[in-house]
């Protein structure tokens, strides 16, 4: 579905700023603003450039680096409340987050927050957040915002270190009382993220994986893997499954922990993707088409965010889905395109397509039952 009048999401990178070390993302915390930074009145102009979209604007995504790093975090959340904006947040888990913080963004607007949830183990949490403690802050910053009525969500980043634990992690996000789990697949750039990054068969079952995990009332999002939808239509219209022994592990532990599905799968059949219904401001202003596609397409401080939304060129051909290679001849491309930053990643080409999927190459592993 091409979102072709204005995104749903607008995500905004307030600042680089972050206390923590992840190990897909940079070697080192970043104390300190770096030059270019947005300031509060290039915040201001943003948020008006969003409300330029018309009713209903697109939700504004606070996030970063930490967000919360920001002191003027609370006069900007204030401010798109004022224009009519919804707005999210995503915090680092620091010293900045508290229930009291917690509970001044959500009366001044804010709808719902985002923490990052890697393993449902202490020590592998901590390790590819790179900050010991992290675990724990990050339980009960999931506690304290539910116990304010603050809705939260988990994001969870697949990798090769926490793939096999994500039942796992789905068994805690439904004691936690979470309803709502968003699951990031890597963009690799090979400056080491490659050796994180899990196979393409691996993606599949997965995929598989989260739809049986969507059928337990739990919404579930999946951000650079859209063929989760065509795995979704094959599944639903088709009765056609993958298997390998990785899905089968996985659908048995999920059993195991959870019991049999009870509901009809939450996942979307009218989803994003970078260009198409999401749109990425980084912390200078540049606009780009998704937060893993470094493809500037203008700055906010020049241009206004909608125009280039509607009227470039590389964003029309995302939304009319004039791909190459099997992205552009495949039967799913109106639910799925393939991931666009993947895309990029890996052969530079925007329109090209998603090395991750194996719908094309490997149709002979479908079966038509359950093994
Ligand atoms: S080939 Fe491309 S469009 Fe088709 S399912 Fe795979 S990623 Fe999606």
Redesign the pocket.
């Known amino acids: 579905m091409a979102f072709n009048n204005k995104p749903v999401l607008v995500f905004w990178e307030m600042t680089n700023v972050c206390p923590l070390k992840c190990i897909h993302c940079r070697a080192d915390a970043i104390n300190f603003p770096e030059e270019g930074q947005m300031s509060t009145e290039d915040g201001k102009n943003l948020i008006e450039q969003i409300a330029g979209f018309g009713t209903p604007a697109p939700l504004l995504i606070f996030t970063g680096g930490d967000p919360m790093s920001r002191t003027d975090l609370e006069i900007l959340v204030q401010y798109a409340s004022s224009k009519g904006i919804k707005s999210a947040i995503a915090p680092a888990v620091s010293e900045s987050l508290s229930k009291e913080s917690l509970k001044r963004i959500k009366e001044l607007g804010v709808l719902s927050i985002s923490i990052s949830l890697d393993s449902s183990a202490e020590e592998m949490h901590d390790y590819i957040r790179g900050v010991p403690g992290t675990y724990k802050k990050t339980i009960q910053a999931i506690k304290d915002a539910l116990s304010i009525g603050l809705n939260a969500q988990i994001n969870t980043v697949v990798m090769k270190h926490n793939i096999s634990q994500l039942p796992a992690i789905f068994q805690l996000i439904r004691n936690l009382g979470i309803t709502t789990w968003e699951v990031f697949f890597l963009i690799t750039t090979g400056r080491g993220s490659n050796a994180l990054d899990i196979e393409p068969e691996d993606y599949e079952s997965t995929c598989n994986f989260l739809y049986d995990a969507s059928q337990y009332g739990v919404v579930i999002r999946t951000v650079e893997a859209?063929?989760i939808r065509?795995i979704v239509r094959q599944r639903r219209e088709k009765g056609m499954y993958w298997m390998n022994d990785k899905y089968k592990s996985m659908r048995e532990d999920l059993y195991i922990r959870c019991g049999k599905p009870f509901t009809t799968s939450s996942i979307s059949m009218a989803g994003t993707l970078d260009g198409d219904g999401i749109l990425f401001v980084s912390y200078t202003g540049s606009i780009y088409p998704g937060g893993f596609l470094p493809v500037e397409l203008g700055n906010i401080k020049h241009l206004n965010i909608s125009t280039v939304y509607r009227d470039n060129e590389l964003l029309l051909d995302i939304r009319n889905r004039k791909f190459s290679g099997?992205?552009g001849a495949?039967s799913?491309?109106d639910v799925?395109?393939?991931s666009r930053a993947r895309a990029f990643a890996y052969d530079d080409n925007i329109l090209g397509?998603?090395p991750a999927?194996i719908?094309?190459t490997e149709a002979k592993r479908f079966t038509k039952k359950i093994l």
């Open positions: 859209p063929f065509r099997p992205c495949c799913n491309k799925c395109g393939g397509s998603d999927c719908y094309t």
